[in-house]
C-alpha cells in the first residue's frame, strides 16, 4: 500500500511539485536549465515525472534550502549519478560552500556590530544630531569596512 508522500509511477507535474516540495514553475526552470531532465510527455503533451525525478528533485531542494549554488548542485547531481568513485569531489563541493558561509557569517556579523553601535550612540535627541543617520551619511564613520 502506497503512503500519502510516496509518489505514483509517472506523476503529473502537480504531483511531483507537492511530493517533492519544489514548485511547479520551479520544476520547469529546472528542466530548462538542464538539472532536471525533460519528462516523457502524455498524449496531450502533459509532462510525467517518475520517483528518479521526484528524488532528484528533493535533492535539489534540500540542496538549495542548504544554500549551494546551482554550479555546486550541478556537480553535485553529477557526482551522484556514480556510487561507486570518491567522495572528494563531493567533500570539495561542500567545503567551499562551507567558506562562503563562514564569509557571509563574518559580514553579518560585522553588520550587527556596526547596527548596534549606531543604535547604542542614539542619544534620543534630534534627528540632526542622530548617530543612526550619521554613520550613514559617512561610511568613513563605520567601525567595519566589509558588511
Do not use: W
Not at 511531483?16 to 498524449?43: C, D, M, N
Not at 556579523?109 to 542622530?130: D, P, Q, S, V, W
Amino acid at each position: 500500500m502506497r503512503t500519502v508522500s510516496e509518489p505514483r509511477s509517472d506523476v503529473s507535474i502537480g504531483e511531483a511539485a507537492r511530493v517533492s516540495g519544489v514548485k511547479v514553475p520551479t520544476i520547469r526552470y529546472y528542466e530548462q536549465i538542464g538539472l532536471l531532465p525533460a519528462p516523457p510527455r502524455t498524449e496531450g503533451n502533459r509532462r510525467t515525472y517518475d520517483a528518479g525525478d521526484i528524488a532528484r528533485l528533493t535533492f535539489i531542494r534540500h540542496a538549495r534550502d542548504l544554500g549551494f549554488e546551482m554550479d555546486g548542485i550541478r556537480t553535485l547531481l553529477a557526482l551522484q549519478a556514480d556510487p561507486t568513485q570518491s567522495c572528494a569531489a563531493a567533500d570539495s563541493v561542500a567545503r567551499a560552500h562551507l567558506a562562503e558561509v563562514e564569509q557571509r557569517i563574518a559580514a553579518l556579523t560585522a553588520l550587527k556590530a556596526e547596527l548596534e553601535r549606531m543604535i547604542e550612540g542614539c542619544r534620543h535627541g534630534r534627528l540632526a544630531e542622530c548617530k543612526v543617520i550619521e554613520v550613514l551619511a559617512d561610511h568613513g564613520k563605520c567601525t567595519h569596512d566589509h558588511h
